[in-house]
């Protein structure tokens, strides 16, 4: 199984430039997952699917964040206009049913 | 006050010793619960569920007391591969659904 994947691994940009983060869920998940990770606020919940459909997106910080399911083998997760507070581990995870989420190996976003 | 708390450590054992980390969470209607595993930059991975009964895998043992609110993982005969940032995760009904909130974590380092 080739696992939750994520690209791109690696993000450097300059504030204010519109940054998309990509996940290809696991075959067959029907729940896709978006986190952030920083050291001060550890692990958030920003937004997630069932079935491609937002259910929870009361994590989304500001309007400057967006995502996109539009089918069951892809998700984005978009920035615009960025800004250096953005900086983080951004994760993807999937799953069947709710409980057992398997995590991608994340995008580290820089925004300088 | 933060849905789900951890110390964050670091615990540092020595080889062989047994360490036990304690997690509380503030939500009573919370219904399942559990230990994750994370590297240094690597993606959270599940460690084992917690049950009610209390559960054990191998050397590690999870324990959930409902009243008080808390959860532990004990780690017997530790190795140097233990070492890692253990999160704890309460997963709660919301009104969307269910919401996995994950604890900041404790990071554990086992030395020679």
């Known amino acids: 199984d080739a696992g939750v994947i994520q690209s791109p691994r690696h993000e450097v940009t300059e504030m204010g430039q519109e940054v998309t983060l990509r996940c290809k869920p696991i075959s067959g998940h029907d729940y896709l997952f978006w986190y952030r990770q920083t050291m001060m606020r550890g692990l958030e919940l920003l937004i997630y699917?069932?079935?491609?459909?937002?259910?929870?997106d009361s994590g989304m910080p500001e309007d400057r964040f967006s995502a996109k399911m539009p089918n069951a083998s892809f998700s984005t997760l978009k920035i615009q206009p960025s800004e250096p507070r953005d900086s983080a581990v951004y994760f993807c995870?999937?799953?069947?049913?709710?409980?057992?989420?398997?995590f991608g190996p994340g995008t580290r976003l820089t925004v300088t | 006050r933060k849905e789900v708390e951890q110390d964050p450590g670091p615990f540092n054992v020595p080889e062989g010793a047994t360490v036990a980390f304690n997690c509380t969470y503030s939500n009573s209607a919370s219904q399942s619960f559990f230990w994750y595993r994370q590297d240094c930059r690597k993606e959270p991975k599940l460690l084992m569920s917690v049950y009610s009964s209390g559960n054990e895998d191998g050397r590690f043992t999870a324990q959930l007391n409902r009243a008080s609110q808390y959860i532990s993982l004990l780690i017997r005969d530790s190795k140097l591969s233990d070492s890692a940032t253990y999160l704890c995760?309460?997963?709660?009904?919301?009104?969307?659904?269910?919401?996995?909130?994950f604890g900041k974590g404790t990071s554990l380092l086992v030395t020679p």
């Open positions: 699917f069932n079935n491609n459909v937002p259910i929870d």
């Open positions: 995870a999937s799953s069947f049913g709710r409980i057992e989420q398997y």
């Open positions: 995760v309460v997963n709660t009904r919301s009104n969307s659904g269910y919401a996995l909130n």
